[in-house]
Nanobody, 121 residues
Framework: VQLQASGGGLVQAGGSLRLSCAAS????????MGWFRQAPRKEREFVAA????????YYADSVKGRFTISRDNAKNTVYLQMNSLKPEDTAVYSC???????????????WGQGTLVTVSS
């Protein structure tokens, strides 16, 4: 599966952004989808994940209550709605796909290119 992330940009603290990740291939609905981020000089970290049909979602503690992951299997797209953004959310956000879920980036098989989110204070 090939993934293409979009939707990043510059936003003020407290603002919102919605990231999208479009997938190619007919098996999109069989994959767990995840979002990760990597801030400058930091390791890539887990942000959120969603199960095949969207019935199960998982979030990093740092974004719980502010970010929402969702998917539309008819459109082969997964979303990350980010509200109440903070400067510490500044990072390159990447989407990933795999047959299972893990908070370890190394466990995910497929990756899209990242999209930069910058939150100004």
């Amino acid at each position: 599966v090939q993934l293409q992330a979009s939707g990043g940009g510059l936003v003020q603290a407290g603002g919102s952004l919605r990231l999208s990740c479009a997938a190619s291939g007919r098996t999109f609905s069989s994959y767990w989808m995840g979002w990760f981020r990597q801030a400058p000089r930091k390791e890539r970290e887990f942000v959120a994940a969603i199960s095949w049909r969207g019935g199960n979602t998982y979030y990093a503690d740092s974004v719980k209550g502010r970010f929402t992951i969702s998917r539309d299997n008819a459109k082969n797209t997964v979303y990350l709605q980010m509200n109440s953004l903070k400067p510490e959310d500044t990072a390159v956000y990447s989407c990933a796909a795999d047959n299972g879920i893990s908070q370890s980036a190394g466990s995910w098989a497929y990756w899209g290119q990242g999209t930069l989110v910058t939150v100004s204070s």
